[in-house]
């Protein structure tokens, strides 16, 4: 029903054996407890250096057993999809192979499919409800570490589901990273530019993002978990403390985590909740929030996206609901998740300046733009939203089409060096081109989605706007006044 370690560790040797040139099996730094190793599987296609990584891992609960089963499935059907050129289908929610390959081929995907071996054989051999590892919890006659409560993200304070009692099922351990399992874990948030991160867990049909420890606010900049006592083994103390958020982070995780619960609804009809984790119930440690949390502590680590899914419903008893009797469906949903995460990590600017320019020079200066200017005002968060909504489609157009994808490349590559120089003038020119482009990207890909045709001519909009103004000025002009219908 369920595989074991060793079975799950064949399926990505098979892969890593059988298909070298997308599939890369590496052994993670530390063996776990026992000294079982650790293994992760890298999924690549096409050439193409300074990608996006997606991370998805699973079992760090020890007693859910479908996650890790169906993190290697998707391994083998992105696999057999790229391979013979065929579509991805869970029940009613499909990926042409045309979606599967712009994945592999923009994106580096890690996959752990099982964060903690010595727990999954233990549920398997002798106690099927254990959580934690199998740490000696030394003093006491207790074992185990909460995974999922050991990261250094306000690690030790005890708010809701989470203790400092080493008998307790959400042991936060001695210190944060106190455990090799989710050492292995920072080691690939470390070593890898990972985008976005999931963190596949039973049960509940949800879709998480931050915050866990606390309620979310946009307004107070202050209110910072930086500023936050750890260690403390007692509640934050802070009476209605809200850890704040950019509006523009806000706005990602919700916009995305609505595509992944749409993604599942369409498998066979599963009604998944997207919500922050405080609103399931307060946190510390988690991993999810630490991944989001990287770049706030430490301000030159990249961003990373952080989400909890939590797979299948609550069913008769909780035996069943961690490891149902036939976990068939439960798995195509958590997969479709899984999958429109990894595809909502798709960046078309980044798949231009890897693929087509061979450096991101351009790129990174549109992006500065975005995050240091668009992503200040209300309307400038209404231009990323608009261009996040159209990128995918037009980034599978590109990927399929070679000529296309020449003169969107050229385009980026001017629109960079403009806007490196906000004195310099936009020539007639480029409007032009720029016109004529998203003019026939808004016919073919239109076609199938009226919102994204829209979406596109109001980019036509403020592109004929420009003519002959200042970049400086085409920048202000985004920043203060969003996007108008054609």
Not at 32 to 53: C, D, E, K
Not at 246 to 264: M, N, W, Y
Not at 329 to 346: H, T
Request: glycine residues 8%.
């Amino acid at each position: 029903m369920y595989r074991t370690v060793s079975q799950l560790d064949m399926v990505i040797t098979q892969l890593a054996t059988s298909f070298p040139q997308l599939c890369t099996r590496t052994q993670l730094p530390e063996p776990s407890l026992q000294g079982r190793p650790v293994f992760a599987l890298r999924l690549r296609a096409g050439p193409g250096a300074g990608r996006r990584a997606v991370l998805f891992v699973g079992g760090t609960h020890a007693r859910e057993l479908m996650n890790p089963d169906a993190l290697v499935e998707l391994a083998l059907d992105l696999v057999g999809s790229y391979q013979n050129g065929t579509a991805v289908e869970y029940g009613g929610r499909t990926w042409t192979a045309l979606d599967v390959r712009l994945i592999l081929e923009s994106l580096d995907v890690w996959i752990v499919p099982c964060a903690n071996p010595d727990g999954r054989h233990r549920v398997m051999t002798v106690d099927n409800m254990w959580r934690g590892n199998l740490r000696d919890n030394q003093g006491t006659t207790c074992d185990g570490v909460d995974l999922n409560r050991n990261a250094d993200f306000v690690w030790g304070v005890t708010e809701g589901q989470t203790s400092c009692n080493p008998c307790s099922e959400v042991f936060v351990g001695s210190g944060a990273f106190s455990e090799p399992e989710t050492r292995n874990i920072k080691h690939l948030l470390d070593t890898q530019p990972v985008h976005s991160f999931a963190d596949v867990h039973s049960f509940s049909e949800l879709v998480l993002y931050p915050w866990g420890h606390a309620h979310s606010q946009t307004d107070n900049p202050a209110q910072r978990f930086t500023g936050l006592p750890t260690g403390t083994c007692a509640p934050l103390g802070t009476p209605g403390y809200r850890e704040y958020i950019t509006p523009q982070d806000q706005l990602r995780f919700t916009t995305v985590a609505q595509r992944v619960v749409e993604a599942i609804a369409a498998v066979r009809g599963r009604a998944y909740t997207p919500q922050t984790g405080r609103a399931l119930y307060a946190t510390t440690g988690t991993q999810s929030d630490y991944a989001y949390s990287r770049h706030i502590a430490r301000p030159g680590l990249r961003k990373t996206y952080g989400f909890t899914i939590e797979t299948g419903p609550r069913v008769g008893t909780v035996e069943d609901s961690f490891h149902p009797r036939d976990p068939t469906l439960i798995k195509r949903d958590a997969k479709a998740g899984v999958l429109a995460l990894a595809q909502q990590s798709v960046c078309a600017f980044d798949l231009i300046g890897v693929r087509l320019l061979g450096r991101q020079t351009e790129v990174d200066t549109l992006r500065r733009v975005r995050d240091e200017q668009l992503a200040t005002t209300e309307a400038g968060r209404e231009w990323i939203t608009l261009i996040e909504r159209v990128e995918l489609p037009v980034a599978t157009l590109l990927l399929a089409d070679e000529r296309l994808a020449g003169r969107a490349a050229a385009l980026i590559e001017r629109a960079g060096k403009l806007v490196a120089d906000e004195q310099l003038t936009v020539p007639d020119e480029d409007v032009d081109l720029g016109l004529t482009l998203l003019d026939e990207l808004a016919e073919r890909a239109g076609g199938k989605d009226e919102q994204v045709r829209v979406d596109l001519k109001a980019v036509g909009v403020a592109l004929d706007r420009a003519r002959r103004v200042t970049a400086g000025e085409v920048v202000r002009e985004l920043v203060n006044r969003g996007p108008v219908p054609k």
